[in-house]
Structure formats: C-alpha cells, structure tokens
C-alpha cells in the first residue's frame, strides 16, 4: 500500500485540496483553488501545505503528537470559521473516498482489502485526532469571549456615570 500512496501521491493530494476547497462556498473554493501563495491567500496556503504534510505523515506512520501538530493549523482556521464540528474535521474523511478511487481495479489484488481497510483506520484515526484539536480551539474561543464579557462588565463598574445610573435606579447601592 505504501509504494502505491507514494506513486499516487501527487493526485491523491491535489483532488484532496480540490474536496476540501469544494468545502467552502462557491467563490471562496475558486479562490482557494486558484491561488495559493502563502501571503495573498494565508488559508490557501495553510491546505496545501497540511494536506501534503498530513499525506505524508500518513504514509509515515506518525504518532499522535505528531498528527496533532499537523493537523492543528488546518482545524484552526475551520474552527473560526462557520463549520459544524462534523464539517471542521470532515476533510480527514474526504481522503477515504479519493484513496478508493485512485486504487481502482488494485482493489482485486490479493490483500489490498486488507491494507485499505488498515489504512482506512489510520485515517479514522487522524480524524478523531483532529477533533480533539477543534474541540481545544472551541474551548479556547469560549473562554476568550468569557473573559471579554467579563472585563466589559467590570470596566462598566469602573464608570462613575455607570454607578450613578444604577444607583439612581435602585440597582446598586453604597
């Protein structure tokens, strides 16, 4: 399996970009597709170079530490944007799919069922990986609202205008 990924390689990644950026809305996937330099379009960019380097800790057979560095820029930016969790992690599953169409008819040969159904696993394995990651983002951005929230009403506390009007109103006293 592992000869055939890496001979596979180059068009395993590139429809593997192509999902993913079908993930987005119309103009953005264009936009994604289209350009991809680092500084005209950071998100581009960060696909291309997490899809490849995933694929290759894929062939690799990285550990968890390491799949969690590689994934982490990718979920990242899908956990900011407006993407149910499923949607946010999605693109590790859209693999399975192009695998399987790219081994075609290899599929009749003897022990490559086997071999998929491993691989198939390692994938299912970078994408709970990756939900991890996305669920620490989601956490991370829970708290940074919190806090905001928290230092918006102490700073209104802060306010001697604040403080007269409440205490005007009865709501606060002393």
């Known amino acids: ?10 068009v395993i990644i590139e429809k593997w970009k192509d999902e993913i950026a079908q993930t987005y809305p119309a103009e953005t996937a264009g ?10 379009n950071p998100v581009g ?11 290759e800790g894929l062939i690799n057979d990285i550990d968890r530490d390491e799949i969690e560095s590689l994934v982490d820029p990718l979920v990242r930016i899908r956990a900011v944007q407006d993407f149910a969790p499923s949607e946010a992690v ?8 192009i695998v399987r169409q790219e081994l075609g008819s ?8 086997e071999k998929l159904l491993l691989l198939e ?3 299912d394995n970078f994408s709970l990986v990756a939900f991890d990651v996305y669920m620490k983002c989601r956490e991370k951005i829970h708290e940074i609202k919190t806090n905001e929230i928290r230092k918006r009403s102490l700073g209104l506390l802060d306010n001697p205008k604040m403080i ?10 002393d």
């Open 1 to 10: 399996m592992k000869d055939f990924l890496i001979k596979k390689q180059s």
């Open 121 to 123: 696993s390692q994938i």
């Open 31 to 40: 936009f994604l597709k289209k350009k991809r330099d680092q500084f005209s």
């Open 45 to 55: 960019h960060i696909i291309t170079q997490g899809v490849e380097q995933l694929y």
């Open 106 to 113: 290899e599929l009749k040969n003897k022990g490559m069922i």
């Open 164 to 173: 007269a009007f409440l205490q005007k109103r009865g709501d606060f006293n």
């Open 90 to 97: 999605g693109f590790m599953i859209l693999l399975k799919e």
